[in-house]
C-alpha cells in the first residue's frame, strides 16, 4: 500500500495539522510540568547539600560541648585550688599547679573556648548570670565581682559567667 499524495504518514490526512495541534500542546504542557518538578527537585537537592555541609561543620566545630564543660570544671577546681593554697605551700608545687591549669586554658583555646571578659563590664544577660547585687562605687549594672567564669565556644555561649552586680552608690 502506498501513501497518496494527499496522505501524510503522520495523521493519514491531508492538511492535518488540527488533530497534531492539541496532542502536541498536551505533550509540551507535560514536558513544561517536568521541567518545573526538576527545577524544584534540584533546588531542594542543593539546599540539602549546603546544608549537610554546615551541619557537619557545626558537628566538627560544637561537637565536643559536653566534654569542654566537663574541662572547665576542672580549670574552675585548678584556680580554687591555687587561690586557698597556703603560703606555707612549697613555691614548685604552686607553679606546677599553674603551669598545669594554664597548659588546660591552652588546649581549651586552641579548640575554640574563650574566656567571657565580665569585671567592669555591663551586665549582659545573654553572658552573664547575676547572683547577686551589692552597692558600690560603680554605676548600676556593672559588674564588679565574678564568682565563676563565663566561656564561649566559637562565639557560642558555653557557660555564662556568675557575677555581682553593682546597685550603685548608697
Known sequence: MSVSSTE?????????????????????????????????????????KKRSIKERSDLIKFGWEPVA???L??????ERALEHMPESTDKN?????????????????????????????????????????EPSDQPAGTIVKEQASGYTLHGRLL????????GGNV
Open 159 to 166: 557557660r555564662p559567667a556568675q557575677v555581682v552586680v553593682s
Open 93 to 133: 608545687l604552686a607553679a606546677g599547679l599553674r603551669m598545669v591549669r594554664d597548659q588546660f586554658k591552652a588546649a581549651l583555646a586552641k579548640q575554640g573556648v574563650q574566656r567571657v571578659d565580665s569585671l567592669n563590664q555591663v551586665f549582659d544577660p545573654n553572658l552573664h548570670e547575676a547572683v547577686a547585687q
Open 69 to 71: 564543660r566537663e574541662l
Open 8 to 48: 501524510t504518514p503522520e495523521n493519514g490526512t491531508e492538511g492535518g495539522s488540527a488533530p497534531l495541534d492539541p496532542r502536541i500542546a498536551e505533550l509540551e504542557a507535560l514536558v513544561k510540568e517536568k521541567e518545573t518538578k526538576y527545577l524544584y527537585l534540584y533546588a531542594d537537592f542543593e539546599n540539602f
Open 73 to 78: 570544671l576542672v580549670v574552675d577546681n585548678f
